[in-house]
């Protein structure tokens, strides 16, 4: 056994929060956990003092190996390494780095399939703070945290803090120990371990995999942290406001009161006489160039309107608490919280301006935002576009974020961005349906809009644009 093994049994162990030891009346113990309980069996003595201890304030491994051998003599210390490997396989072991008797820092399991790590570092070796790892404050506590690692680590002290302000450049061991002469070598040694057993730092000037290379790290933080796998906090529809505020209405309430009544097709006549939907699938494509002079008609805006977003039902959920809708589109768990704006620069029947889309109404409520503003938005959909002609009408998708955040934890603005995927396809297929040029756009100016519109930006603001128009040259 070399030396860094001697330090690693220095770590400081205890069960996750959230987990308790409960204790029968036979004897038998059980762990139990908001994912799952292990059960223990008949635990003996030792065995039990040593679970109180890691459900309390923990200790090193030869602390409970120690603990267990008083108890139950030499046949229970190989009983207890045998549970505290278990333990630790099991995600269920924090590990706790201290110095002259002060808690360091904590890594703490935060993936089912976990496997504690540590990698020995050199002592003359430089070391950098990975480009995907990201410190916050999460109940009262500095957290460090990476969609590269499946743990996430709790800083305890402002040296802790500070050593990563130093690997943010690159240190070596022997500099970070005459930074922080008050952190023992050792105590600096664990540190960094950590730290390279979850790829939160690196050996300075190691090439990134190729695999890696190619993600922003908003992109992976975004991509783990809404899926299920490396993040096991609550996920779903749990409904985490339903007993602090009010569900945001189903429908929105009108935003002024001049109303444009809009038009109303005749489905049964469209179900026999639009293309098949084969055909419409097959000629969808995306139509950057409309007509210059040829402008798109308000009945046009009012049958695409009606075919793609209106409301066509409403219901009551259970007990009240959550209106649902039925719309032309699919939306997951039916919270439609996409909402339609449309910027008019070129409408028969419609002047210029920027509207809301009323579903259930099916009408065009006038807002008296910044004209200045609705230009630029329109502008910047024609850069889009590359410039190839600048759009009769745009519509903007815009998010009631609480519609969704109130039922859905973690996942939810993933959840939004799906349903806008979902919309423009069915806005695709249905432009393409009445012959109309179409194309949604990659990105847009959420303040701008905002301040267009008049809305909150962390309440409802831009998520989606969509350009629409007669085709060029007919």
């Known amino acids: 056994m070399n030396s860094f093994d001697l330090l690693t049994q220095d770590f400081v162990l205890s069960f996750k929060e959230g987990i308790s030891l409960v204790e029968q009346a036979d004897g038998s113990a059980v762990l139990e956990s908001p994912g799952a309980n292990l059960p223990l069996g008949q635990a003996s003595k030792g065995m039990r003092a040593a679970l109180r201890l890691l459900s309390t304030q923990g200790a090193i491994e030869k602390e409970l190996v120690d603990l267990a051998g008083q108890h139950d003599g030499s046949a229970g210390l190989p009983k207890m390494l045998y549970y505290l490997q278990r333990f630790t396989q099991s995600g269920l072991i924090c590990h706790t780095v201290t110095s002259n008797g002060s808690k360091l820092a904590t890594i703490v399991p935060t993936s089912p399939i976990y496997q504690f790590r540590l990698v020995e570092p050199a002592l003359h070796e430089p070391y950098s703070l990975s480009r995907f790892a990201y410190l916050h404050q999460n109940g009262g506590q500095f957290v460090l945290e990476s969609p590269l690692a499946q743990a996430k680590i709790v800083l305890h002290c402002w040296q802790a803090t500070a050593m990563l302000h130093g690997l943010a450049t690159s240190r070596t061991l022997t500099e970070l120990g005459k930074d922080f002469q008050d952190i023992t070598d050792a105590s600096i040694s664990l540190f960094v371990s950590l730290l390279l057993g979850c790829d939160m730092v690196q050996r300075a000037g190691k090439e990134e995999p190729e695999a890696l290379a190619q993600w922003d790290f908003h992109d992976l933080l975004f991509h783990s942290r809404s899926r299920l796998g490396r993040y096991t906090g609550p996920y779903g529809a749990t409904y985490r406001f339903r ?67 209106r409301i066509r039902a409403l219901h009551q959920a259970e007990q009240g608490l959550y209106e649902y809708s039925s719309r032309p589109y699919p939306n ?10 449309v910027a008019a620069r070129a409408c028969t029947g419609l002047s210029q301006g920027l509207y809301h889309y009323d579903p259930r109404e099916h009408q065009l409520c006038k807002l008296a935002g910044r004209a200045d503003a609705v230009n630029i938005l329109l502008q910047e959909a024609s850069y889009a576009t590359a410039e190839q002609s600048r759009p009769q009408v745009l519509i903007i998708l815009t998010a009631r974020f609480h519609r969704v955040t109130w039922k859905y934890e973690a996942m939810a603005y993933a959840l939004i961005l799906k349903n806008v995927g979902v919309l423009y396809q069915t806005m695709y297929l249905v432009a393409t349906a009445m012959g109309l040029a179409a194309c949604a756009l990659g990105g847009g100016n959420s303040d701008l809009f905002a301040a267009a519109a008049g809305t909150d930006y962390f309440a409802e603001t831009s998520v989606g644009e969509f350009i629409l128009g007669t085709k060029a040259g007919r």
């Open 243 to 309: 007993d602090k505020t009010q569900p945001l209405p189903v429908v929105k309430p009108l935003m002024s009161e001049e109303t444009i009544s809009l038009y109303k097709p005749d489905l049964d006549t469209l179900k026999k006489d639009d293309p098949s939907f084969t055909c419409v699938l097959e000629e969808r494509q995306s139509m950057r160039k409309q007509d210059g002079e040829r402008p798109i008609t308000l009945e046009q805006l009012g049958e695409f309107l009606y075919r793609t977003a």
């Open 332 to 341: 997951g768990g039916a919270c439609y919280e996409l909402e339609l704006y």
